[in-house]
Protein backbone atom coordinates (compact mmCIF):
# COMPACT_ATOMS: atom_id res chain seq x y z
CA UNK A 1 0.00 0.00 0.00
CA UNK A 2 1.10 3.89 -0.91
CA UNK A 3 -0.26 6.43 1.55
CA UNK A 4 -0.82 9.07 -0.91
CA UNK A 5 -3.77 11.12 0.82
CA UNK A 6 -1.56 13.97 2.38
CA UNK A 7 -2.50 17.45 1.96
CA UNK A 8 1.18 18.19 1.55
CA UNK A 9 1.10 21.21 3.77
CA UNK A 10 4.60 21.85 4.02
CA UNK A 11 5.26 22.10 0.75
CA UNK A 12 2.47 24.26 -0.42
CA UNK A 13 2.76 26.23 -3.00
CA UNK A 14 3.48 23.28 -5.30
CA UNK A 15 0.70 20.83 -3.75
CA UNK A 16 -1.86 23.83 -3.68
CA UNK A 17 -2.89 22.19 -7.47
CA UNK A 18 -1.29 19.09 -7.59
CA UNK A 19 -1.24 15.65 -4.91
CA UNK A 20 2.21 15.74 -3.19
CA UNK A 21 3.18 11.93 -4.68
CA UNK A 22 2.70 13.55 -8.05
CA UNK A 23 5.08 16.17 -7.90
CA UNK A 24 8.54 15.47 -10.37
CA UNK A 25 11.71 14.72 -9.61
CA UNK A 26 14.11 13.07 -11.73
CA UNK A 27 11.88 13.35 -14.52
CA UNK A 28 9.32 11.10 -12.85
CA UNK A 29 6.23 11.61 -10.37
CA UNK A 30 7.12 10.56 -6.59
CA UNK A 31 5.01 7.66 -6.74
CA UNK A 32 6.16 6.45 -9.93
CA UNK A 33 9.40 5.36 -7.93
CA UNK A 34 7.72 3.29 -5.12
CA UNK A 35 5.59 1.52 -8.16
CA UNK A 36 8.70 0.44 -9.63
CA UNK A 37 10.25 -0.37 -6.81
CA UNK A 38 6.90 -2.55 -5.55
CA UNK A 39 7.17 -4.44 -9.27
CA UNK A 40 10.41 -5.39 -9.19
CA UNK A 41 10.35 -7.31 -5.78
CA UNK A 42 7.33 -9.07 -7.84
CA UNK A 43 4.61 -7.26 -6.03
CA UNK A 44 1.20 -7.98 -8.00
CA UNK A 45 -1.20 -5.61 -6.21
CA UNK A 46 -1.05 -2.39 -4.64
CA UNK A 47 -3.47 -0.16 -3.20
CA UNK A 48 -3.32 3.49 -3.08
CA UNK A 49 -5.03 6.06 -0.61
CA UNK A 50 -6.95 9.05 -1.89
CA UNK A 51 -8.06 12.20 -0.72
CA UNK A 52 -6.49 15.98 -1.59
CA UNK A 53 -6.65 15.63 -5.72
CA UNK A 54 -7.19 11.84 -5.57
CA UNK A 55 -8.59 12.06 -8.89
CA UNK A 56 -5.00 13.09 -10.26
CA UNK A 57 -3.86 10.25 -9.03
CA UNK A 58 -6.07 7.96 -9.97
CA UNK A 59 -5.94 9.68 -13.33
CA UNK A 60 -2.08 9.15 -13.40
CA UNK A 61 -1.64 5.57 -12.73
CA UNK A 62 -5.17 4.32 -13.90
CA UNK A 63 -5.40 0.54 -13.24
CA UNK A 64 -1.42 -0.43 -13.10
CA UNK A 65 -1.54 -2.16 -16.11
CA UNK A 66 0.98 0.39 -17.96
CA UNK A 67 3.19 -0.47 -14.96
CA UNK A 68 2.92 -4.18 -15.08
CA UNK A 69 0.52 -4.61 -11.95
CA UNK A 70 -3.10 -4.04 -10.71
CA UNK A 71 -3.64 -0.92 -9.09
CA UNK A 72 -6.61 -0.52 -6.32
CA UNK A 73 -7.87 2.62 -4.26
CA UNK A 74 -9.57 3.40 -1.30
CA UNK A 75 -10.66 6.95 -1.30
CA UNK A 76 -11.01 9.23 2.02
CA UNK A 77 -13.24 11.76 0.67
CA UNK A 78 -11.87 15.15 0.73
CA UNK A 79 -10.47 14.85 4.25
CA UNK A 80 -7.83 12.12 5.05
CA UNK A 81 -7.90 9.09 7.63
CA UNK A 82 -4.66 10.02 8.71
CA UNK A 83 -1.76 7.11 8.41
CA UNK A 84 -3.77 4.35 10.71
CA UNK A 85 -6.95 5.28 9.63
CA UNK A 86 -6.00 4.96 6.47
CA UNK A 87 -4.56 1.58 6.01
CA UNK A 88 -7.73 0.18 8.50
CA UNK A 89 -10.33 1.66 5.73
CA UNK A 90 -8.05 0.08 2.78
CA UNK A 91 -7.76 -3.75 5.20
CA UNK A 92 -10.58 -5.38 2.71
CA UNK A 93 -8.42 -4.28 -0.16
CA UNK A 94 -5.51 -5.48 1.50
CA UNK A 95 -6.78 -8.69 2.05
CA UNK A 96 -5.21 -11.35 4.79
CA UNK A 97 -1.18 -11.75 4.31
CA UNK A 98 1.62 -9.03 5.21
CA UNK A 99 1.51 -6.01 3.24
CA UNK A 100 4.17 -3.50 2.21
CA UNK A 101 3.68 0.22 3.52
CA UNK A 102 5.53 3.09 2.30
CA UNK A 103 4.84 6.86 2.77
CA UNK A 104 4.15 8.53 -0.79
CA UNK A 105 6.40 11.39 0.14
CA UNK A 106 9.30 9.61 1.28
CA UNK A 107 11.83 8.54 -1.81
CA UNK A 108 13.97 5.49 -0.93
CA UNK A 109 16.81 3.13 -2.81
CA UNK A 110 15.08 -0.14 -1.37
CA UNK A 111 14.21 -3.45 -2.48
CA UNK A 112 10.76 -4.32 -1.04
CA UNK A 113 11.49 -7.66 -0.08
CA UNK A 114 9.00 -9.83 1.48
CA UNK A 115 10.80 -12.49 4.12
CA UNK A 116 11.11 -9.29 6.39
CA UNK A 117 9.32 -10.76 8.92
CA UNK A 118 9.21 -13.09 11.53
CA UNK A 119 6.80 -15.43 12.90
CA UNK A 120 5.03 -14.49 15.83
CA UNK A 121 5.58 -10.22 14.85
CA UNK A 122 2.98 -7.75 13.64
CA UNK A 123 5.50 -5.49 11.66
CA UNK A 124 8.95 -4.86 10.20
CA UNK A 125 10.31 -1.38 10.45
CA UNK A 126 12.66 0.32 8.39
CA UNK A 127 14.84 3.15 10.58
CA UNK A 128 17.42 5.55 9.05
CA UNK A 129 19.91 8.01 11.03
CA UNK A 130 18.00 11.38 12.38
CA UNK A 131 17.62 13.85 9.69
CA UNK A 132 17.41 17.45 10.83
CA UNK A 133 14.34 17.73 10.74
CA UNK A 134 13.49 14.93 13.29
CA UNK A 135 16.65 15.47 15.38
CA UNK A 136 14.86 13.53 18.41
CA UNK A 137 13.81 10.07 16.23
CA UNK A 138 11.07 7.70 16.48
CA UNK A 139 11.86 4.68 17.88
CA UNK A 140 14.81 2.35 19.17
CA UNK A 141 16.36 -0.78 18.00
CA UNK A 142 18.17 -3.11 20.22
CA UNK A 143 18.69 -6.84 19.10
CA UNK A 144 16.02 -6.59 16.20
CA UNK A 145 13.07 -5.10 18.10
CA UNK A 146 11.74 -2.28 18.12
CA UNK A 147 11.04 -0.18 21.50
CA UNK A 148 9.35 3.22 21.80
CA UNK A 149 11.07 4.23 24.78
CA UNK A 150 14.47 2.87 24.51
CA UNK A 151 17.76 5.45 23.46
CA UNK A 152 19.47 6.19 20.80
CA UNK A 153 16.23 6.49 18.98
CA UNK A 154 15.92 6.68 15.14
CA UNK A 155 13.71 8.17 12.58
CA UNK A 156 11.26 5.81 11.24
CA UNK A 157 11.91 6.03 7.02
CA UNK A 158 7.71 5.25 6.41
CA UNK A 159 8.67 1.92 4.68
CA UNK A 160 7.01 -0.53 7.14
CA UNK A 161 5.90 -4.48 6.44
CA UNK A 162 2.91 -5.13 8.94
CA UNK A 163 0.22 -7.88 9.21
CA UNK A 164 -3.31 -6.90 9.47
CA UNK A 165 -3.83 -8.31 12.56
CA UNK A 166 -1.66 -4.82 13.68
CA UNK A 167 -5.04 -3.41 13.57
CA UNK A 168 -7.32 -5.93 15.61
CA UNK A 169 -9.80 -3.84 17.65
CA UNK A 170 -9.38 -0.73 15.67
CA UNK A 171 -12.43 1.45 14.76
CA UNK A 172 -13.03 3.51 11.25
CA UNK A 173 -12.12 6.77 11.67
CA UNK A 174 -9.01 9.12 11.45
CA UNK A 175 -6.04 7.66 13.58
CA UNK A 176 -2.30 7.79 13.42
CA UNK A 177 -0.17 4.72 12.56
CA UNK A 178 2.54 5.76 15.43
CA UNK A 179 0.49 4.56 18.47
CA UNK A 180 -0.18 0.93 17.16
CA UNK A 181 3.32 0.50 16.62
CA UNK A 182 4.30 1.83 19.82
CA UNK A 183 1.48 -0.42 21.91
CA UNK A 184 2.63 -3.55 19.64
CA UNK A 185 6.31 -2.89 20.52
CA UNK A 186 5.84 -2.95 23.82
CA UNK A 187 4.17 -6.57 23.47
CA UNK A 188 8.02 -7.46 21.38
CA UNK A 189 6.15 -7.57 18.27
CA UNK A 190 7.62 -5.34 16.61
CA UNK A 191 11.10 -5.71 14.67
CA UNK A 192 13.20 -3.50 12.57
CA UNK A 193 16.52 -3.23 10.66
CA UNK A 194 18.42 -0.23 9.29
CA UNK A 195 17.35 0.94 5.89
CA UNK A 196 20.96 0.42 4.17
CA UNK A 197 19.94 2.54 0.80
CA UNK A 198 19.50 6.16 0.01
CA UNK A 199 16.51 7.75 1.69
CA UNK A 200 14.93 11.35 2.15
CA UNK A 201 11.70 12.61 3.28
CA UNK A 202 10.68 14.74 0.46
CA UNK A 203 8.47 17.57 2.84
CA UNK A 204 9.85 20.43 1.86
CA UNK A 205 10.61 22.58 -1.93
CA UNK A 206 13.98 22.89 -0.77
CA UNK A 207 14.11 18.59 0.02
CA UNK A 208 12.54 17.78 -3.23
CA UNK A 209 15.54 20.02 -5.32
CA UNK A 210 17.85 18.38 -3.30
CA UNK A 211 16.06 15.37 -4.54
CA UNK A 212 15.74 16.57 -7.98
CA UNK A 213 19.53 17.50 -8.18
CA UNK A 214 20.73 14.34 -7.28
CA UNK A 215 18.56 12.39 -9.42
CA UNK A 216 19.82 14.31 -12.40
CA UNK A 217 23.41 14.13 -11.41
CA UNK A 218 25.39 11.31 -12.39
CA UNK A 219 25.53 9.92 -9.12
CA UNK A 220 26.46 6.02 -7.93
CA UNK A 221 23.69 4.89 -6.43
Request: proline share 6%.
Amino acid sequence: MILAAGRGERMRPLTDNVPKPLLRVGGKSLIDYHIAALVNAGVERIVINLAWQGEQIRSHVADGSAYGVEILFSDEGQEALETGGGVYQALPLLGDEPFWLVNGDIYAEFSFDADRLAQRTLGHLLLVENPSHNPDGDFALKHSLINARGQPRYTFSGISLLRPELFAGCQAGKFPLAPLLSAASDRRAITGEFLQGYWTDVGTPERLAELDLRLNTDVPR
